[in-house]
């Protein structure tokens, strides 16, 4: 009977890495404070964690790797009027025609 595999959040992981760089315990104590199979999954989310931070956790990389998606949580922008988000929209628009002209004209 093959093995199970468990998915972790986020918040899970970067609960495990704090604890772990606090000091007071060892990854084997860890794996079994919070019920991880392997100390060996630790140490990954601890050398992804110091490679890139928080961000190293936002994408899903499980299956076939042309299809990562993007976790459920994404940063979003807060505005405080619909006036200042419609001038963002129109801006972020304006940007984007011009970098698909710029791109249009420079492959030619």
């Given at each position: 009977m093959g093995r199970i595999n468990k998915k972790y959040s986020k918040e899970f992981k970067i609960s495990?890495?704090?604890?772990?760089?606090?000091?007071?315990?060892?990854?084997?104590?860890l794996a079994e404070e919070f019920g991880i199979a392997s100390k060996t999954q630790?140490?990954?989310w601890i050398k992804k964690y110091e490679q890139e931070g928080e961000d190293a956790f936002i994408y899903?990389?499980?299956?076939?790797?042309k299809t990562i998606k993007k976790v459920k949580e994404e940063r979003s922008?807060?505005?405080?009027?619909?006036?200042?988000?419609?001038?963002?929209?129109?801006?972020?628009?304006?940007y984007l025609k011009k970098l698909c002209n710029y791109l249009r004209n420079s492959n030619l």
């Open positions: 495990v890495i704090k604890k772990y760089k606090e000091g007071n315990i060892s990854l084997n104590g630790i140490h990954v899903e990389k499980r299956g076939n790797p922008i807060r505005f405080s009027s619909i006036e200042e988000e419609a001038r963002f929209l129109r801006l972020e628009n304006e």
